[in-house]
């Protein structure tokens, strides 16, 4: 048995390809219960931060991806203990077989671990959301979705710019001398964007709407749902969903309705001509009523035939 163990087969032992397998397939059948664990643990250091912490959806957002990230660094680290054969090791197109393996298992590493940084932030925002509702004040919910989409946005970024330096072994200040030559051009193409990203930032700090708020800009009347970073979300009337770019919602003479302080309402009666007069007597006796009430302000009544 020893023997076969010790037979070498593509510059590794038997042995050697038998212990990675069986750490790769433990992992792999144990990844919920570990990732489950480990999330527990962490979950120990949230409580102490936020008391009213829901541990089940703390495990359900953050334990898959921490899973994925955990078998896949197991993998890569099980697999870097092998030697790679040389008679598997080809240049495709200028790069070795052995390069493209370790390129590709870096990036699905560092995406793995941007996942895993996603879903924390989602948790922390949704935390965040649950505080944000127990306070009438409906701009705290407009902070933290939008922040929520401003560090994802940064998050998936450096994701990006992870994956060139380390998987693809690019140089980011070149890069980024690179990209400062077509500069302009980019400014030019993402102009809309930038301006409703910008517009973003002068609803969240000079608020003329918050969540929730009903407002008419252009066409569109409804409640507001949800500001993005690059457009403000609508429920009409007609339960119509208005996807409203940022940069109108800025530029455009925006009414919001919520803050009005009166309403006018236009009351058109029309009695029948048979209505006896001691009725409409009391009509009138019941409008008067009504139009003396303090919260109304002006009102004015017009007879005509």
């Known amino acids: ?18 212990i990675v397998g069986l750490v790769i397939l433990i992992v792999l059948l144990l990844r919920r219960i ?10 120990k250091i949230v409580q102490k931060i936020w008391t009213d912490v829901d541990r089940k959806s703390f495990s359900d957002m953050v334990a898959q991806p921490l899973g994925f990230f955990l078998l896949v ?42 996942w895993l940084l996603l879903r924390t932030i989602d948790f922390i925002a949704l935390l965040l959301e649950r505080k944000a509702d127990l306070t009438p004040d409906q701009s705290d919910n407009q902070l933290v979705v939008f922040f929520k989409d401003f560090f994802k946005a940064g998050i998936a970024i450096i994701g990006i710019l992870m994956v060139l330096r380390i998987g693809f072994n690019f140089s980011i200040g070149n890069l980024v001398t690179g990209l400062s030559i077509v500069t302009a051009a980019i400014a030019l193409a993402t102009r809309e964007s930038l301006e409703n990203l910008i517009a973003s930032f002068i609803i969240l700090f000079d608020k003329p709407f918050t969540l929730g708020d009903l407002v008419k800009v252009q066409h569109v009347t409804g409640t507001v749902e949800k500001i993005g970073l ?11 969903f208005v ?15 919520t803050l009005r302080t009166q309403r006018k309402a236009e009351i058109r009666l029309e009695p029948a001509l048979l209505t006896p007069a001691e009725i409409l007597e009391k009509l009138i006796e019941e409008i008067k009523k009504i139009l003396f009430r303090p919260q109304i302000e002006e009102a004015s009544v017009f007879l005509n035939d």
């Open 243 to 257: 996807t409203v770019p940022n940069k109108q919602m800025v530029d455009s003479i925006l009414d919001n309705l």
């Open 230 to 240: 690059r457009s403000t979300r609508i429920r009409t009337d007609q339960k119509t």
């Open 73 to 114: 660094l197991v993998t890569i680290i099980s697999l870097h203990k092998l030697t790679f054969p040389d008679i598997l090791d080809v240049e495709v197109y200028k790069y070795t077989t052995k390069e493209i393996i370790h390129t590709a298992g870096t990036i699905v590493l560092i995406i793995s671990f941007i």
């Open 34 to 43: 570990i990732s489950k664990y480990l999330a527990g643990l962490i979950f």
């Open 1 to 18: 048995m020893n023997d076969f163990l010790d037979t070498i087969f593509l510059d590794n032992t038997v042995r050697s390809y038998v």
